[in-house]
Every structure is written in C-alpha cells, then in structure tokens.
C-alpha cells in the first residue's frame, strides 16, 4: 500500500489535488490531520473556526500519527493532505515512512489569496519557509519528494499528474483529472471557511497568472517568501 504525504502550504490547490485522489476508487484521502495539533502547539486563535477544529481532531502527535497517518486502510492507496506550518516541535523521523510530495504556489498569488481570510499573515501561516526545511530534511536522510508547483499543475493536469504516478509508481487514473461539484465526506470542520472554490469545480481549472497587489505591509513577507520560492521551484517535477 502506497502513502503519499503532501506537504503544501494553504491557498495552494491542495483541497483540488485531495479531491482529485478522493475521485480514484483505489484511494482513500484524510483532510489536514495535523491541524489541531498545530494550534494546541502554536495557541493560534485566530484561524476561523478554531475551536470546532480542536474539538475535531487529537492534539497529541502520537494519536495524530496512529490514528490518521499510519492506521491500517483498505485501498491500495492512502493520501494524505497537509500543511507545511503544521509540522511544528516534533521529530520528522515519520516522514521517512511516507512517498512525500510537496506544493507551492507563487507568493503574489498565494499571500494575496490567504490574506483575503486572514488579514495579517506571517511566513508561519503561509508555511513557504518550513516546506524548504522539510524537504532539506529529507534529501539530507536519503529521500527524493517530488515537488509540484500549482501553476503548473493547473497548466498541464494529464501531464503533470501523469508524472506524478510514475514517480510514485502508480498507474495513472483519469479519475484525477475531474470530480462531482460540492463537498466530500473527508473535509475538514474548517472546509466552510476554505473550500468555497473547491466546492464550485469540476475539475482542473486554467492557472491564474496574474500579478495581484498587495499591501504595503505585505510586501516583506513576499519578498522573503521569494526566496524559499524559488528554492523549491528549482526542484520542481518535470
């Protein structure tokens, strides 16, 4: 049985791609399971929703691990969905256990997205930063995640998914190209504040390039977020 862990930051298609592996019969998906443990971690109160999140989920690693990451499933594929900025005070040792995948997106498009929900973000929030630690982790202990930018998924779903299930060594479905419009039983308490696009589509839709602006006061943060950007997409599937 194939686990694929991916390691996104938010804003960033990841809800589309677990749909997408959701739609595949041969695959069972679970919805951001470190999430609660990342705000009992962090005491973060102002993500929406927050108490329904803590009351959703454990906030101990160890039942996080056991009950969602590594609990027998009856498909020969699990996928999981998470974000970067979750991983926080814990031993990555895990990770080696799982096919690890990686997403980003652009820092205009993302920042100017995520700040449309909260309205001050921090490279904590935005995850950008902890994603390239964790991949250095893992290329530094022998692995090789794979790395997918948003944009390019969006570009060429067929031939970047096509890709992505070789590397994994998979078949490739059709299945992961398209879904049925509105919510699936393994969102997240927090999908009414997040999913809204998500719940529209259909499918891949074409990637949306545009510069957007930012504030003032954002404009620190997408240039460090730059950095680690680039980082990644240097490493990107091809």
């Not at 973000?121 to 964790?134: A, F, R, V, Y």
């Not at 970047?160 to 879904?179: G, Y």
């Amino acid at each position: 049985m194939t686990r694929i862990n991916l390691i996104s930051g938010p804003r960033n298609i990841s809800t589309a791609m677990m749909y997408a592996w959701a739609n595949r019969p041969d695959t069972s998906v679970v919805d951001e399971p470190m999430y609660a443990y990342y705000l009992d971690q962090t005491g973060i109160d102002y993500h929406p929703g927050t108490s329904d999140v803590l009351a959703s989920l454990p906030t101990d690693l160890q039942s996080v691990l056991s009950e969602y990451f590594f609990q027998p499933v009856d498909r020969d594929i699990y996928f999981i969905k998470g974000m970067a900025h979750h991983y926080v005070n814990c031993n990555l040792d895990f990770l080696l256990e799982l096919k690890n995948v990686f997403l980003i997106r652009h820092p205009n498009q993302l920042i100017a997205s995520f700040a449309k929900v909260i309205e001050h973000p921090t490279m904590q929030d935005i995850g950008l930063q902890k994603e390239w630690e964790i991949y250095q982790y893992l290329i530094a202990r022998g692995q090789s995640p794979i790395v997918l930018d948003s944009n390019e998924v969006l570009k060429s779903p067929r031939q970047v998914l096509s890709k992505l299930c070789q590397k994994l060594d998979i078949d490739f479905d059709e299945r992961l190209l398209s879904w049925a419009p509105g919510s699936i039983a393994e969102d997240g308490v927090w999908a009414p504040y997040w999913y809204d696009n998500v719940w529209k589509s259909i499918g891949w839709g074409p990637p949306d390039n545009r510069i957007r602006p930012l504030k003032k006061d954002l404009l620190p943060l997408y240039n460090e977020a730059m950095y680690y950007y680039n980082q990644l997409r240097s490493v990107i599937l091809e």
